[in-house]
């Protein structure tokens, strides 16, 4: 556990298939709030969305299950948007995938660094990554770089929780993503799913696969597994360079 902080954190054993368990440093429940600097507040972050980044989530683990199921490339650069705990980029680099998490929390790296550490897993590319918000911000806040460049596929679970995500997270997708690659959404039916889908089209992403995922518990994820249902959505892009601008 962290030393002197003043919220609380469990650790959490996740199972997943064929793969060694996962021991996962959380928050222990989501009436949490430490901001002492005013960083999150000045990113945007309200009281009631500060816990969200620190607990486990199961469209997270749906999508590390995704991550499993498919041959990683080693060649292949791979970002997590909106990674909260990076459930599904901690699975990936394990397999050995080029990896980079990004969220805007002020503590999502060192939550990240802790669950490397708790893993025996080597450093992994962490960035500042925020959509839908233009204001300068400082590294003093952050505690990361910026996120910048582009990446072949781009992955990324419950993002679609404000009428304003579809066009916001499309467009954050469009800035990070080759002109060549491929995006995985799991998404737990939030609604907004249709209108994602429009916006992607707008940046030439195709959807190549809306499947939908039911299943009857969610693993060790809860310490009462919960039944999941949702979708996992694939699209593709396969532009002329010169389109991105």
Known sequence: MLKSVPYKTAVRTIHLPGQEPLKIFTLSDRQQFYDPTGAAQRLGISSATWPLFGMLWPSGLQLALKVIKNQVDPEQRILEIGCGLALASLTAHRLGADVTASDRHPLTKRFLNKNLK???LPLLEYRHGQWGRNEPVSL???GAPILSGRYDLI????LLYEPDSPAQVAQFI????QAQSEVWVMDPNRGYRNRF???M???GFSLMEDAKIQRPYAYNLNDTP???SGRFLRYVRNINPRQLG
């Open 118 to 120: 708790n893993n025996d």
């Open 140 to 142: 003093l806040d952050t």
């Open 155 to 158: 992955m990324g679970s419950d």
């Open 174 to 177: 469009h800035q990070h993503a």
């Open 197 to 199: 889908t429009r916006k």
């Open 201 to 203: 089209a707008e940046f």
């Open 226 to 228: 919960e039944a999941y």
